[in-house]
């Protein structure tokens, strides 16, 4: 959309260059070079008095945040951002400047000078807009203060109201279709600016754009039946589910009758480890229920996606969704995910095997029972990840230390303790950091939430609050001669002071760039005095990583265009820079990073590989495949049922019997953020796979790698074509095409080496 906000990537639901030709030296023998043998690793850059202040104001619980000696600030560093009801003025004056810049692009036509800036002012009208939504986003989610949150849903509504105003606006359309269509101007567009055209293109054609008045009004009208169903879709998704009733005689050593809710502590011990299996399937049945009420919005969902489709000429939602994806069709996502499924399979059946085995002497049947849904985490308990060798505790500040250093080995940026203003930070947990280039400065920088406390949503996630964009070449001055008188005026000083902010120009670079800012959200355990620093587990460091890729994608991939600026490129890429950083987490030589003294962790591997991850790999599979379904022309039949598309899925591809009764398709949340795209984690987890192997694993510290790597995904955001970035990395032309046969052959790559967890956004 005209006013895409930046992708805010979370775990649980999907949220939004300066082009470097060159690179150190010719690469086409990277991958040749790779085979470089243990004694030749590259050695660790030793740890600096950054990393060892990165590591007491971590740990040690008695020390607050440093703050500067300055006066009184507000959000983020904006001395106007102090109250809530500032936030409000901000966003009244945001929406009267980007009103100004409307007006002006709307009389682009009418001077030829003017139409060679239409796609900078369209990019700086979204960047107008994501700015403040983006920041409405993260206050409301992570703000503790009740009166900031209703203010930030106020703002966030207000300004999507006018986004959905500029998403239908014919004349804006009109004025990029004489941009791209008139010869000189089109070719005067760089590559970056014209994806960024393209995107804008794509965006408004998908809004209904061309569509007759009355349809285009249906097209509105039907896509806020979408958001309204799908809010409604995941409250009922977090909706407990009600009890299982156990009865004394089906579980041994029960006295009384229980009522075992899904997902409690009570429920987790009967799946893993209750003998008998009738409390275990009764169990599986009651987490797997839902209402008819629940079915019918998810149905209601599906079906008023596929009329959205129809409407714009579309066969189906994932028709409609995928053309500016890596995948661009359903067809191609068949590719991808049969492919995967061929490799998966001979795998899956013979844990499966192992596990029929199991029941087979546990129960004393007859050879090879059959596994239920129920069996699952009994005869195969999930363990929790665990490093490959034996580590001491893990600190918080320790594994931020590792990864600053982890940095500046592959990219020569580091992460620097920063002091905050007062008022700067909405809660005293928060860590200022900034990213510094050994080159370039101070690049960007983090805001680091990092701990769990009362309200805080759960989970993790990355927050983009202000994107990169390059500025000098704004002319935004011209914008005030549409303001028509001198009350217009003043309304938007605090909108110019707003946009002016976070401002550098960078070393090596033509220019002047609006830095990135990035919020990282967790729910870690807050040191205390009495407990001493926070100890993180390893899925717990596993998850740091992840976000750390995303954060570092945000710093790296400086973009003249905030559209295509860091995490801002397709959902099926996105996930890359995020997986590949997890799998740093397999070596030795990065694990010794987290030692100030730099000792190469020598003990024995302690973890087991887990059996049964290829049997949930196999899953996760089928329920990409279930997601295209449901978003398939399929949807908009009379008789449309999405309880036996799951059964016949699983009965036709499925390796565990679907369970008559139950329905657990209400509970995929997924459906609504990943909607058509669920596939993307397993797409993005199979490069990140060939990745690692191919570049990383031999020598994961070796700085000339880390630039290849950098120069060629991370740096340009989404602003080339993510077949291309990946084909030139892996030295893979046949990749470039991204078709048919392209999306196959990444379906064909073995997903090994894997560290993630399941379901990890």
Same mark, same amino acid.
């Given at each position: 959309?005209?006013?895409?906000?930046?992708?805010?990537v979370?775990?649980?639901q999907?949220?939004?260059?300066?082009?470097?030709r060159?690179?150190?030296?010719?690469?086409?023998?990277?991958?040749?070079?790779?085979?470089?043998?243990?004694?030749?690793?590259?050695?660790?850059?030793?740890?600096?008095?950054?990393?060892?202040?990165?590591?007491?104001?971590?740990?040690?619980?008695?020390?607050?945040?440093?703050?500067?000696?300055?006066?009184?600030?507000?959000?983020?560093?904006?001395?106007?951002?102090?109250?809530?009801?500032?936030?409000?003025?901000?966003?009244?004056?945001?929406?009267?400047?980007?009103?100004?810049?409307?007006?002006?692009?709307?009389?682009?036509?009418?001077?030829?000078?003017?139409?060679?800036?239409v796609?900078?002012?369209?990019?700086?009208?979204?960047?107008?807009?994501?700015?403040?939504?983006?920041?409405?986003?993260?206050?409301?989610?992570?703000?503790?203060?009740?009166?900031?949150?209703?203010?930030?849903?106020?703002?966030y509504?207000k300004?999507?109201?006018?986004?959905?105003?500029?998403?239908?606006?014919?004349?804006?359309?009109?004025?990029?279709?004489?941009?791209?269509?008139?010869?000189?101007?089109?070719?005067?567009?760089?590559?970056?600016?014209?994806?960024?055209?393209?995107?804008?293109?794509?965006?408004?054609?998908?809004?209904?754009?061309?569509?007759?008045?009355?349809?285009?009004?249906?097209?509105?009208?039907?896509?806020s039946?979408?958001?309204?169903?799908?809010r409604?879709?995941?409250?009922?998704?977090a909706?407990?589910?009600?009890?299982?009733?156990?009865?004394?005689h089906?579980?041994a050593?029960?006295?009384?009758?229980?009522?075992?809710?899904?997902?409690?502590?009570?429920?987790?011990?009967?799946?893993?480890?209750?003998?008998?299996?009738?409390?275990?399937?009764?169990v599986?049945?009651?987490?797997?229920?839902?209402?008819?009420?629940?079915?019918?919005?998810?149905?209601?969902?599906?079906?008023?996606?596929?009329?959205?489709?129809?409407?714009?000429?579309?066969?189906?939602?994932?028709?409609?969704?995928?053309t500016?994806k890596?995948?661009?069709?359903?067809?191609?996502?068949?590719?991808?995910?049969?492919?995967?499924?061929?490799?998966?399979?001979?795998?899956?059946r013979?844990?499966?095997?192992?596990?029929?085995?199991?029941?087979?002497?546990?129960?004393?049947?007859?050879?090879?029972?059959?596994?239920?849904?129920?069996?699952?985490?009994?005869?195969?308990?999930?363990?929790?990840?665990?490093?490959?060798?034996?580590?001491?505790p893990?600190t918080?500040?320790t594994?931020?230390?590792?990864?600053?250093?982890?940095?500046?080995?592959?990219?020569?940026?580091?992460?620097r303790?920063?002091?905050?203003?007062?008022?700067?930070?909405?809660?005293?947990?928060?860590?200022?950091?900034?990213?510094?280039?050994?080159?370039?400065?101070?690049?960007?920088?983090?805001?680091?939430? +990092? %701990?769990?406390?009362? !309200?805080?949503?759960?989970? &993790? =996630?990355?927050?983009?609050v202000?994107?990169?964009? $390059?500025?000098? #070449?704004?002319?935004?001055?011209?914008?005030?001669?549409?303001?028509?008188?001198?009350?217009?005026?003043?309304?938007v000083?605090?909108?110019?002071?707003?946009?002016?902010?976070?401002?550098?120009?960078?070393p090596?670079?033509?220019?002047?760039?609006?830095?990135?800012?990035?919020?990282?959200?967790?729910?870690?355990?807050?040191?205390?005095?009495?407990?001493?620093?926070?100890?993180?587990?390893?899925?717990?460091?596993?998850?740091?990583?992840?976000?750390?890729?995303?954060?570092?994608?945000?710093?790296?991939?400086?973009?003249?265009?905030?559209?295509?600026?860091?995490?801002?490129?397709a959902?099926?890429?996105v996930?890359?820079?995020?997986?590949?950083?997890?799998?740093?987490?397999?070596?030795?030589?990065?694990?010794? +990073? %987290?030692?100030?003294? !730099?000792?190469?962790?020598? &003990? =024995?591997?302690?973890?087991?590989?887990?059996?049964? $991850?290829?049997? #949930?790999?196999?899953?996760?599979?089928?329920?990409?495949?279930?997601?295209?379904?449901?978003?398939?022309?399929?949807?908009?039949s009379?008789?449309?049922?999405?309880?036996?598309?799951?059964?016949?899925?699983?009965?036709?591809?499925?390796?565990?019997?679907?369970?008559?009764?139950t329905?657990?398709?209400t509970?995929?949340?997924?459906?609504?953020?990943?909607?058509?795209?669920?596939?993307?984690?397993?797409?993005?987890?199979?490069?990140a796979?060939?990745?690692?192997?191919?570049?990383?694993?031999?020598?994961?510290?070796?700085?000339?790698?880390?630039?290849?790597?950098?120069?060629?995904?991370?740096?340009?955001g989404?602003?080339?074509?993510?077949?291309?970035?990946?084909?030139?990395?892996?030295?893979?032309?046949?990749?470039?095409?991204?078709?048919? !046969?392209?999306?196959?052959?990444?379906?064909?790559?073995?997903?090994?080496?894997?560290?993630?967890?399941?379901?990890?956004?």
């Amino acid at each position: 959309m005209l006013a895409r906000t930046a992708r805010n990537v979370l775990p649980q639901q999907a949220r939004h260059v300066f082009r470097f030709r060159g690179c150190l030296h010719a690469k086409k023998d990277l991958l040749a070079r790779g085979a470089r043998t243990a004694t030749t690793l590259s050695a660790p850059s030793p740890a600096t008095s950054d990393d060892v202040d990165i590591i007491a104001d971590f740990d040690i619980p008695h020390l607050a945040q440093a703050t500067s000696g300055l006066a009184q600030t507000g959000l983020f560093g904006h001395d106007f951002l102090t109250s809530p009801a500032d936030f409000v003025e901000l966003a009244d004056s945001t929406l009267c400047r980007a009103q100004l810049l409307t007006r002006r692009i709307h009389k682009s036509k009418d001077s030829r000078a003017e139409l060679f800036k239409v796609v900078k002012h369209l990019d700086r009208l979204s960047d107008l807009l994501c700015g403040v939504i983006d920041l409405a986003e993260l206050v409301r989610n992570a703000h503790p203060d009740a009166a900031w949150t209703e203010s930030a849903e106020h703002v966030y509504e207000k300004m999507c109201e006018f986004m959905n105003v500029l998403n239908t606006d014919v004349d804006l359309y009109h004025v990029l279709r004489a941009v791209l269509s008139d010869p000189e101007v089109s070719k005067s567009l760089g590559p970056e600016a014209r994806e960024t055209a393209l995107i804008f293109w794509r965006d408004f054609e998908k809004s209904g754009i061309n569509l007759p008045h009355d349809q285009r009004n249906k097209f509105v009208s039907l896509s806020s039946e979408i958001l309204h169903l799908g809010r409604l879709f995941l409250t009922e998704t977090a909706n407990p589910r009600p009890p299982a009733v156990i009865k004394p005689h089906e579980l041994a050593g029960l006295k009384d009758k229980a009522m075992v809710y899904p997902g409690s502590l009570q429920a987790q011990m009967i799946m893993h480890s209750a003998p008998e299996e009738e409390p275990r399937r009764k169990v599986y049945m009651a987490a797997n229920s839902s209402t008819p009420e629940q079915i019918q919005i998810l149905e209601a969902l599906l079906h008023a996606r596929g009329e959205l489709a129809r409407l714009v000429g579309k066969p189906s939602f994932a028709h409609m969704t995928l053309t500016d994806k890596m995948a661009k069709s359903p067809e191609n996502v068949a590719h991808f995910l049969n492919a995967l499924l061929d490799h998966t399979r001979p795998s899956a059946r013979q844990a499966l095997r192992t596990l029929s085995l199991r029941k087979q002497e546990h129960l004393h049947t007859p050879p090879l029972p059959i596994i239920q849904a129920w069996d699952r985490d009994y005869y195969c308990p999930p363990e929790p990840p665990a490093p490959p060798v034996s580590l001491p505790p893990l600190t918080l500040g320790t594994v931020f230390m590792g990864l600053s250093r982890l940095f500046r080995n592959l990219y020569g940026i580091t992460l620097r303790l920063a002091s905050v203003t007062p008022g700067e930070v909405w809660h005293p947990d928060v860590r200022k950091l900034e990213v510094v280039d050994e080159k370039s400065g101070v690049i960007g920088w983090i805001y680091a939430d +990092l %701990f769990a406390r009362r !309200g805080k949503p759960g989970g &993790a =996630a990355h927050y983009t609050v202000r994107c990169s964009r $390059r500025t000098d #070449d704004d002319d935004a001055q011209r914008d005030l001669e549409y303001a028509g008188n001198e009350e217009i005026l003043q309304a938007v000083q605090l909108s110019d002071k707003f946009e002016n902010a976070h401002r550098a120009r960078i070393p090596g670079s033509e220019g002047i760039f609006q830095l990135p800012v990035v919020v990282l959200l967790c729910e870690f355990t807050r040191p205390t005095v009495r407990k001493g620093p926070t100890i993180l587990a390893w899925h717990e460091v596993l998850t740091l990583f992840h976000e750390m890729g995303h954060a570092m994608h945000s710093m790296i991939g400086r973009t003249e265009y905030q559209n295509v600026s860091g995490t801002r490129c397709a959902t099926d890429f996105v996930e890359l820079p995020s997986i590949l950083m997890e799998h740093f987490l397999q070596s030795p030589a990065v694990l010794a +990073l %987290f030692d100030i003294k !730099g000792g190469v962790p020598t &003990a =024995a591997p302690h973890h087991h590989e887990d059996p049964c $991850r290829s049997i #949930d790999t196999h899953t996760q599979i089928l329920l990409a495949a279930l997601d295209q379904i449901y978003h398939s022309p399929a949807a908009l039949s009379s008789d449309f049922d999405s309880t036996a598309a799951l059964a016949g899925l699983y009965e036709t591809r499925g390796l565990i019997p679907y369970v008559p009764g139950t329905s657990w398709q209400t509970q995929f949340g997924h459906l609504f953020g990943y909607g058509a795209t669920y596939y993307s984690y397993l797409f993005d987890r199979a490069i990140a796979s060939r990745v690692w192997r191919k570049l990383f694993a031999r020598d994961p510290l070796d700085r000339e790698t880390g630039e290849w790597y950098k120069t060629e995904i991370l740096r340009f955001g989404g602003g080339r074509d993510p077949w291309k970035m990946v084909s030139t990395l892996l030295h893979a032309p046949e990749l470039e095409s991204g078709d048919a !046969g392209a999306m196959a052959e990444v379906g064909r790559w073995k997903i090994e080496d894997e560290v993630s967890l399941p379901g990890r956004h």
